[in-house]
């Protein structure tokens, strides 16, 4: 099992950035896919999430309206597209899948550093 995260890096305030999480390994459209953030000295948090067929989605407030959650079922990748970018939001943004199989199954990506710095 495998979760790619791709597309972080320095953006200034008021910027955009799009990440990209890459699956393989399981059965990537029957999972609720996820994005959390964690910065220096913070706990992770919840980010956004979206169902496996892509017809809900939720938004920790902080995000809302500026961030957008995605996901290509046919390319096993989901996406958080991220706009008007705070000095904020500036952590490592990691991709998370959930699913049941009997039991709840959890994956975890490396994560990827996002920079909001003028």
């Known amino acids: 099992v495998q979760l790619v995260e791709s597309g972080g890096g320095l953006v200034q305030p008021g910027g955009s950035l799009r990440l990209s999480c890459a699956a393989s390994?399981?059965?990537?459209?029957?999972?609720?896919m996820c994005w959390y953030r964690q910065a220096p000295g913070k706990e992770r948090e919840l980010v956004a999430g979206?169902?496996?067929?892509?017809?809900?989605?939720n938004y920790a407030d902080s995000v809302k309206g500026r961030f957008t959650i995605s996901r290509d079922n046919a390319k096993n990748t989901v996406y958080l597209q991220m706009n008007s970018l705070k000095p904020e939001d500036t952590a490592v943004y990691y991709c998370?899948?959930?699913?049941?199989?009997?039991?709840?199954?959890?994956?975890w990506g490396q994560g990827t550093q996002v920079t909001v710095s003028s």
């Open positions: 390994g399981f059965t990537f459209s029957r999972y609720t």
């Open positions: 998370y899948a959930r699913g049941f199989l009997f039991r709840l199954v959890e994956y």
């Open positions: 979206i169902d496996s067929v892509g017809g809900t989605t």
